[in-house]
């Protein structure tokens, strides 16, 4: 029975090629774009997720205080109020895993014939742990090293690509402002932060050496930022007002006085910018599913034309026994198959057109099996619900009436 009604839906469609292949277009279109679209939120989800793991886990950036000169202000890291002493006794909160004092600058290093102007950063081995940043290649300079001041260094594999090609850097001499380093360790690859910085354009030194030898501090023992990790995700909040408690009392501050150093919590940041991102491939599969209802449409407009069309033919089939749920299957069969074989299609254009962004754009593309059983059940289900009514129309015609359509 089934397998008749399929071979005349079949027949049907094969009578008007063309209009059966503009019905499918609808479909099509719509499945590749939903593909398409949820392909590349997938993709900006996961770029954004991996950047909020090469950041590391639980962070807060502690910065140094502004200042006023003359009446104009100057921004946040302008006045040396954060002291390598401050970052220790961050370290003796409970809720704070580890702590690196940090002291940037840019400095131009050289190693034979090359050179490269990247980030010097002073500051300590706990530096690796905070970021979760492991080495490839040596190791961290030690406390001993940042006790002595010791001209080691840490490198990124931006700067050692740059200045050794494929060459291991480590127990090589580099030149940092014309002062000689010995290189003990490569980092791994970190790749991108969420603000599109290269973190691996960077070099680690002790921040003793960054202080004495390489970029100098107003104050003895001063440091521009401390980067700090809570123990865990429940304990941020505490660990931030205990901060803000011991910071303030250390720099003996009064009560009503403003606070001379700025805390921020890179996690909710970045986890804020994880949700714009899944707001962001919510919205672009909603935009694209729009097209479904737009192809379902098309295929309701095509099976009641077909309706009018074979009028007769339902009143003749009606006569001479068929009964009205055969009319129904068949005219719901014809609008099934239109819209699998458009969904087939259209899985393949939304795979295909992904594929070519990744290679023209070079975008992060992801595509899911979910998406694609998604897509592709919802385009069933909207040539089912579309077409039913057509034929519901054609299986609820009077056998004398039909007959006598012209």
């Known amino acids: 029975m089934i397998a008749s009604l399929l071979a005349e839906a079949w027949q049907s ?20 774009a939903v593909i398409l679209m949820v392909a590349i939120g997938n993709g900006a989800q996961q770029s954004v997720d991996e950047s909020i793991a090469s950041m590391g886990s639980n962070l807060f950036i502690v910065l140094s205080g502004s200042t006023t000169s003359g009446g104009v202000r100057m921004g946040t890291g302008a006045a040396p109020t954060l002291t390598t002493a401050d970052a220790d006794a961050i370290a003796e ?69 740059n200045l050794f090609g494929d060459e291991d850097p480590v127990g090589k001499t580099i030149r940092v402002k014309q002062t000689p380093f010995v290189v003990v360790g490569l980092l ?100 694209a599913s729009v097209s479904l209802v737009v192809g379902g449409i098309g295929i309701m407009n095509i099976m009641l034309v077909s309706v009018t069309e074979r009028t007769r033919e339902i009143g003749i089939r009606i006569a001479i026994g068929a009964r009205r749920r055969d009319i129904l299957l068949q005219f719901l069969l014809e609008a099934v198959i239109l819209s699998l074989i458009g969904c087939f299609a259209g899985a393949l254009c939304g795979i295909g057109g992904a594929v070519a962004t990744h290679l023209i754009a070079n975008t992060m593309i992801v595509i ?22 057509p034929a519901r129309r054609a299986a609820s015609l009077q056998p004398v009436d039909a007959l006598r359509y012209q």
Do not use: C
């Open 368 to 389: 899911t099996l979910g998406s694609v059983v998604g897509a592709f059940a919802l385009a069933s289900a909207v040539g089912v619900f579309f077409g039913y009514y």
């Open 93 to 161: 909160l409970p809720e704070v895993a580890a702590v690196a004092p940090m002291l940037p600058g840019t400095a131009q290093v050289i190693y034979g014939p090359n050179n490269w102007s990247t980030v010097v950063a002073g500051t300590t081995a706990s530096m690796l742990v905070v970021r979760d940043w492991p080495l490839v290649s040596g190791s961290a300079f030690s406390d001993a090293d940042v006790r002595s001041a010791a001209r080691t260094a840490v490198l990124g594999r931006t700067v050692a690509t």
């Open 13 to 32: 469609m094969k009578a008007n090629r063309m209009r059966s292949m503009l019905t499918m277009l609808g479909m099509v279109i719509g499945v590749a």
């Open 188 to 287: 791994a690859t970190k790749g991108q932060s969420l603000t599109g910085q290269d973190q691996d354009d960077t070099i680690l030194v002790p921040v003793t050496t960054a202080q004495r030898k390489l970029f100098g501090t107003q104050f003895p023992g001063t440091v521009r930022q401390i980067m700090v990790q809570a123990r865990s995700a429940e304990v941020m909040a505490a660990a931030e007002a205990d901060m803000t408690g011991l910071l303030r009392q250390r720099h003996h501050l009064p009560e009503r006085a403003d606070n001379d150093f700025d805390i921020r919590n890179l996690t909710a940041l970045a986890n804020t910018a994880a949700q714009t991102t899944r707001v962001m491939s919510i919205m672009l599969g909603a935009i």
